[in-house]
């Protein structure tokens, strides 16, 4: 247990990690739940241990809403059970007084973190019933770009900040429509398209992705020193997405989206914790995707299995080499 301890925590006395918090709901969510949590749940491996518990949770979830047939009307009360100890877990962990004093640990947290962005929303999407599809890449879209944002910000400055409205407020609200919509009644009423052609599950979507946007343009807005990466990291995910929006079903996108994200994001914290070069977010993945679309008949395998895997081996060698660097260190 030690061994392993120390892989995954690394050195432990040569980084401080630095953040601003300016959540809107945190420090209610600190009185409600937080400060009796970490009274009762003493030590950082324990917290972690939760902390892997409610991502784990998200993952189950997701498995939930594709296979639906599992728990059938049960899953609207499981799912935002489960969202809660994801939203729970992950907050807690943030607000531990110990935390992060590795840079091996906020590497790995903060990767699992990015990808969890993009499994949150299609599990949204698919327990909203949504069929507008371009909602959810624009949704998709402007989550990761205000995502990006932060941790460019990170790299550039040194802080990692939260803003007023993030992750938290947007699943708590998530979760709250789900908990009310366990009701048929609630839940027929909720599809109904009743703003300008769109339900109110979807209009929160559009609420989603417009304060990502504004988190976006804040989060840029505040660096002094940008330089050409993040813009052509802005033009490249467009690309992606806007041609996974044509290529693949919901899942292919956000699959595709989330990959290529994370990538970057790895990529910005090897230059922030390693370092300091700032990478290219990477030309293979929107390149491929147009020539797919273009040349789609050429092609006879599941192209998206081949941008996946390319991607996964991407992020995996990434990972090892960041590792392997911070763990000499």
């Not at 601003?20 to 972690?48: C, Q, T």
């Not at 590795?102 to 069929?131: D, P, R, T």
């Not at 020193?225 to 041609?243: K, M």
Request: proline fraction near 2%.
């Amino acid at each position: 247990m030690i061994q392993v301890i120390h892989f995954l925590y690394g050195p432990m006395s040569r980084y401080v990690f630095k953040k601003k918090n300016h959540s809107m709901l945190l420090p209610a969510f600190e009185r409600l739940f937080l400060s009796f949590l970490l009274r009762v749940i003493r030590g950082k491996l324990y917290i972690d241990i939760l902390w892997f518990v409610s991502y784990a949770m998200l993952y189950v979830t997701l498995y939930l809403v594709l296979e639906p047939s599992v728990l059938g009307k049960n899953n609207r009360l499981i799912i935002p059970l489960f969202l809660s100890v994801y939203l729970i877990g992950r907050e807690l962990d943030n607000a531990h007084k110990e935390k992060w004093k590795s840079a091996l640990v906020e590497f790995w947290k903060h990767l699992i973190q990015a990808m969890a962005s993009g499994v949150l929303l299609y599990i949204l999407f698919i327990v909203f019933q949504m069929n507008n599809v371009i909602l959810f890449s624009v949704a998709l879209l402007f989550t990761y770009l205000s995502d990006v944002a932060t941790f460019y910000e990170q790299y550039k400055t040194g802080w990692f900040v939260v803003d007023s409205i993030g992750t938290l407020e947007k699943t708590f609200v998530a979760v709250l429509l789900l908990v009310v919509s366990y009701f048929d009644i609630v839940y027929d009423f909720f599809l109904l398209e009743r703003f300008s052609g769109l339900s109110l599950f979807e209009l929160f979507f559009a609420l989603w992705a417009l304060t990502s946007l504004i988190t976006f343009i804040k989060t840029i807005t505040r660096i002094a020193n940008l330089t050409y990466g993040i813009w052509l990291f802005v033009i490249l995910l467009f690309i992606v997405t806007s041609f996974s929006t044509l290529l693949y079903s919901a899942l292919g996108l956000a699959l595709i989206v989330t990959l290529y994200t994370s990538l970057y994001i790895g990529k910005l914290k090897r230059a922030h914790l390693v370092d300091g070069i700032e990478r290219s977010p990477g030309i293979f993945t929107p390149l491929f995707l147009i020539i797919v679309y273009f040349t789609d008949d050429f092609f006879d395998i599941n192209t998206v299995y081949v941008i996946t895997i390319y991607l996964m081996i991407s992020i995996l060698v990434l990972a090892y080499r960041i590792f392997g660097a911070l763990k000499k260190g």
